[in-house]
């Protein structure tokens, strides 16, 4: 498989992050995550962005290397250096997990509505 690009694993990211967290990639996920890929310090980052340095190493970075260790890394923590690395070693596995995560999400809320359905015309008339 080729490799994936910024924005390929940024979506996929952000996507996995929705499905998993119920919530998106933050502004400061996608800076760190902008920041490893492009091999820069969080200081050019933090430059580049407006954000600050402290929230971009302290807060962002964290959240993001701790969900990609959940979902990549069964658990095992990551560091910034490690972290392209192992996006491009499990760039298959996470294009998966979006796939399979929203296949399962589709699922439910058919099963939802098809409920919903069922309720509705069988439900007693006097």
């Known amino acids: 498989m080729p490799s994936l690009t910024l924005d390929q694993v940024t979506q996929a990211l952000d996507w996995l992050s929705l499905l998993e967290r119920n919530k998106r ?8 995550l902008m ?16 954000l600050e340095l402290g929230y971009l190493e302290g ?3 964290f959240e993001l290397r701790g969900f ?14 490690q972290l392209r690395r192992l996006l491009e070693e499990q760039s298959s596995t996470l294009l998966s997990l979006v796939e399979q995560r929203a296949s ?10 098809a409920l919903a359905i069922i309720r509705r015309t069988t439900a007693y008339h006097p």
Do not use: C, D, H, M
């Open 25 to 32: 990639l933050t502004r400061g996920e996608q800076v760190v």
């Open 68 to 81: 990609i260790a959940q979902t990549l890394n069964n658990g095992k923590p990551i560091s910034k250096r």
């Open 104 to 113: 399962k999400e589709l699922s439910a809320v058919r099963t939802t509505q």
């Open 59 to 61: 807060v962002a970075s």
């Open 35 to 50: 920041a490893v890929w492009n091999g820069l310090k969080y200081e050019e980052a933090a430059e580049r962005s407006e």
